[in-house]
């Protein structure tokens, strides 16, 4: 996919890796390269908006705020004194206050899809790249208004080229639930314990 914006090319919009450590959320890396434009401490930002770019080769990548994620930058993890920071997969690009209100808003990761919900969300137990469906053209493990139950098949997530099957289950969760949304989208690169089913208990 090719965009432009300012006069500038960008081949590819990734959402950036999102993971919850003690209360904030830590918006990461999806892939290697320069980073440029993180954003400025005291910014607002709402899911889907820019929170930078990456330089791979020449190439720009477009990345967003991933969805369900809103909040304050708390902190920018010094990558804007340098026009153009190199970072690794999983790197920091910057620090979120979901508690802060941004435009009104104040949300978690998965909050905003979740709420609905009262907050229960299924976490994959791997960090990995997600997979709904078992191939391209079958249909997913799980649709929105499915009812799953313990040790039901939920997604794959592929691991050093070796895909994982990930059950429905775990501590807090009820042995029934109705999914009310899938958090991320087919393909997306996701951390341990990132939120990836909104639910509503039965």
Not at 49 to 77: F, H, I, M, Q, S
Not at 138 to 148: C, N
Not at 151 to 169: C, D, H, P, W
Not at 171 to 177: C, D, M, R, S, V
């Amino acid at each position: 996919m090719t965009t432009h914006e300012n006069g500038r090319r960008f081949e590819q919009e990734l959402a950036a890796l999102v993971k919850e450590v003690d209360g904030l959320l830590v918006l990461r890396a999806p892939r290697p390269g320069f980073l440029r434009d993180a954003p400025s401490k005291g910014r607002a930002l709402r899911e889907g908006e820019r929170c930078g770019e990456l330089e791979v080769l020449g190439t720009l990548t477009k990345l967003v705020v991933p969805a369900g994620v809103a909040g304050l930058v708390v902190d920018e993890n010094e990558h804007r004194k340098l026009a153009r920071k190199p970072v690794g997969y999983g790197d920091v690009i910057a620090v979120i206050d979901p508690k802060a209100v941004a435009g009104g808003v104040s949300a978690s990761a998965g909050a905003s899809a979740a709420a609905t919900s009262g907050g229960l969300v299924w976490k994959t137990p791997l960090g990995g790249r997600y997979y709904g469906r078992p191939s391209p053209n079958a249909e997913p493990f799980v649709k929105v208004g499915d009812v799953i139950k313990t040790g039901q098949t939920v997604a794959l997530i592929e691991v050093m080229k070796t895909f994982n099957r990930a059950s429905y289950g775990g501590a807090g969760l009820p042995p029934e639930a109705r999914v009310e949304r899938v958090l991320v989208k087919e393909g997306d690169d996701v951390n341990a314990g990132d939120a990836i089913l909104a639910l509503a208990p039965l």
